[in-house]
């Protein structure tokens, strides 16, 4: 694991995301990659390397503009540093798109089930059998909130999961067990990260989402529930550009550490 950042708002989510990397970058890291939601559809480059790779390929295939998106520093756990296993991954249709940190403990057998079932799964990782049970429960419920509360329910060991559906414009949703994720909140802008680092220098309002909480992201605000569906306060924090973790004695303001 390495990096999250997410966001849904107004401006390019691509400079958006391309500035917040950067800020959780870290010398392990051996890839990375982002999510556009684009007219109805995802558009998606990740790279081998550092951000600079990324940022060349991006140079020689250029994404549409965009105001939603997901982006992700990866430090290989399952899987080889190789462009096919760098986040994000995709499910078959290639409508989900999920960056996730952490370590799904039972992936082997979901990956199994998926492939009995006919799902062609193309990385090593865990995070890509992630992406097509959301793509499942999507299906089946309609609704990004909660088929990310059924995925998470299925899952063992400790993850930070983040995704976006080419159905569901402007809406990111995320998934947490033994692992952060933070919610940033600008005006008419919503930023989601492992780190508030990563958007610190548009806002300084944050909110920890929570062990077992489930967080859907608009432009407009955030929503967050726990894994029954019952929404939770998350308890909000303010960090300070330059901080990292938002919890520094002398960065976080007014908030639990």
């Given at each position: 694991?390495?990096?999250?950042?997410?966001?849904?708002?107004g401006?390019s989510?691509?400079?958006?995301?391309?500035?917040?990397?950067p800020?959780?970058?870290?010398?392990?890291?051996?890839?990375?990659?982002l999510?556009?939601?684009?007219?109805?559809?995802?558009?998606?480059?990740?790279?081998?390397?550092?951000?600079?790779?990324?940022?060349?390929?991006?140079r020689?295939r250029?994404?549409?503009?965009?105001?939603?998106?997901?982006?992700?520093?990866?430090?290989a756990?399952h899987?080889?540093?190789?462009d096919?296993?760098?986040?994000?991954?995709?499910?078959?249709?290639g409508?989900v798109?999920?960056?996730?940190?952490?370590?799904?403990?039972?992936h082997?057998?979901?990956r199994?089930?998926?492939?009995?079932?006919?799902?062609?799964?193309?990385?090593?990782?865990?995070?890509e059998?992630?992406?097509?049970?959301?793509?499942?429960h999507y299906?089946?419920?309609?609704?990004?909130?909660e088929?990310?509360?059924?995925?998470?329910?299925q899952?063992?060991?400790?993850?930070a999961l983040?995704?976006?559906?080419?159905?569901?414009?402007?809406?990111?949703?995320?998934?947490?067990?033994?692992?952060?994720l933070?919610?940033?909140?600008?005006?008419?802008?919503?930023?989601?990260?492992s780190?508030?680092?990563?958007?610190?220098?548009?806002?300084?309002?944050?909110?920890?989402?929570?062990?077992?909480?489930?967080?859907?992201v608009?432009?407009?605000?955030?929503?967050?529930?726990?894994?029954?569906?019952?929404?939770?306060?998350?308890?909000?924090?303010?960090?300070?550009?330059?901080?990292r973790?938002?919890?520094?004695?002398?960065?976080?303001?007014g908030?639990?550490r």
């Amino acid at each position: 694991m390495c990096g999250i950042v997410a966001y849904a708002g107004g401006r390019s989510a691509l400079g958006v995301l391309l500035g917040g990397l950067p800020l959780l970058e870290h010398p392990d890291c051996d890839s990375a990659g982002l999510a556009l939601l684009v007219d109805g559809g995802l558009a998606a480059a990740k790279k081998t390397g550092t951000l600079d790779d990324l940022r060349r390929e991006l140079r020689l295939r250029p994404l549409p503009a965009a105001t939603t998106g997901i982006g992700h520093l990866r430090r290989a756990t399952h899987g080889s540093p190789t462009d096919l296993n760098a986040h994000p991954h995709l499910d078959g249709s290639g409508r989900v798109a999920v960056v996730q940190n952490g370590d799904i403990a039972d992936h082997g057998r979901l990956r199994d089930e998926l492939a009995s079932r006919g799902h062609e799964l193309v990385s090593e990782t865990d995070t890509e059998a992630a992406a097509h049970l959301l793509a499942g429960h999507y299906s089946s419920c309609g609704d990004p909130a909660e088929a990310m509360r059924q995925v998470c329910r299925q899952l063992t060991g400790s993850f930070a999961l983040v995704a976006v559906h080419a159905d569901e414009p402007d809406v990111v949703v995320g998934g947490c067990r033994g692992l952060p994720l933070i919610l940033g909140t600008g005006d008419g802008e919503t930023f989601l990260a492992s780190d508030p680092a990563a958007f610190a220098p548009h806002t300084g309002e944050a909110a920890a989402v929570g062990d077992d909480r489930v967080v859907t992201v608009r432009p407009e605000g955030a929503w967050v529930t726990d894994l029954d569906g019952v929404p939770v306060d998350p308890r909000p924090y303010e960090v300070r550009p330059g901080s990292r973790d938002g919890r520094g004695e002398d960065e976080v303001v007014g908030g639990s550490r």
